[in-house]
């Protein structure tokens, strides 16, 4: 990078990198982000960035130390709202960690807040989307999908609106819809693990089993290692009732349990 540019140059080619969700893009965001921070610690975007790269890596299978990341991604995210509290993207980065972990009725608040501070804020109207969508509450998540739709089009991180349609569906059982949704989210993102993690849970349950493995196949050419087992420990969003059902929905489809 040019020695001219300053954290908010690097903080802004960071946030490309971040909404493009492959793991390469994911690692030069990274790096952005601490370059960024490097010159100025105060940096919220930069912080609120590096927060959601560390969730990022743990619930998709790509970090080297799950733990550590775990305890980086929180400790990012409450450095940037500190930094700033009045900037919304610092407290969609809360939101996008709350989910991460399992939180989901702490992340709406945080996206409440984000929206508070800027109605216009396509990923923490998709965040609160995903939200409800793992709550099995399927219209208010279609509802914010369409918000975030209708804010940014063609915005590159709209694989979370998409997978906000795909999560209501699985949750209520609409399994039409969410092999529908999973096909536009891995069409539109597609080297985002959770659009094919879930298109072949919906597939497995519809009796599509060529599909269902094939898109088995996509998910472990992007992260060789997933198991059963690691979906269970790190699996963003979804609710302790809806858990096995998903996990079943993968060992039917060939995901190794180990």
């Known amino acids: 990078m ?50 959601m790269v560390h969730s990022y890596e743990v619930v998709w299978g790509w970090a080297d130390d799950p733990a550590k990341s775990r305890v980086m991604a929180d400790e990012m995210a409450q450095r940037a709202v500190a930094a700033d509290d009045n900037d919304a993207w610092a407290h969609a980065a809360i939101a996008n960690v709350l989910m991460h972990k399992r939180q989901n009725a702490e992340s709406m608040e945080a996206c409440r807040r984000a929206l508070d501070l800027n109605p216009n804020l396509a990923l923490a109207e998709g965040f609160l989307a995903l939200s409800h969508g793992w709550f099995g509450e399927y219209e208010e998540a279609v509802l914010h999908a369409d918000i975030a739709a209708r804010l940014s089009p063609r915005d590159p991180a709209q694989a979370w609106w998409h997978l906000a349609r795909v999560s209501a569906a699985f949750v209520t059982g609409r399994y039409e819809e969410q092999v529908e949704w999973g096909r536009k989210m891995t069409a539109a993102t597609p080297d985002h693990p959770g659009g094919w993690r879930m298109l072949a849970v919906g597939c497995a349950y519809l009796d599509r089993m060529d ?48």
Do not use: C
């Open 211 to 258: 599909e269902a493995r094939a898109a088995i196949q996509q998910l472990l050419r992007l992260v060789p290692h997933i198991t059963v087992e690691q979906v269970r420990a790190s699996g963003p969003g979804v609710q302790p009732q809806d858990l096995d059902r998903l996990l079943e929905g993968l060992r039917k489809a060939g995901l190794p349990e180990k």
């Open 2 to 51: 040019p020695e001219s540019f300053d954290a908010w140059d690097y903080a802004i080619r960071g946030n490309w990198h971040l909404w493009h969700l492959g793991k390469e893009h994911l690692a030069e965001a990274k790096r952005l982000f601490q370059a960024a921070i490097e010159l100025d610690p105060s940096s919220s975007m930069a912080l609120s960035g590096l927060a």
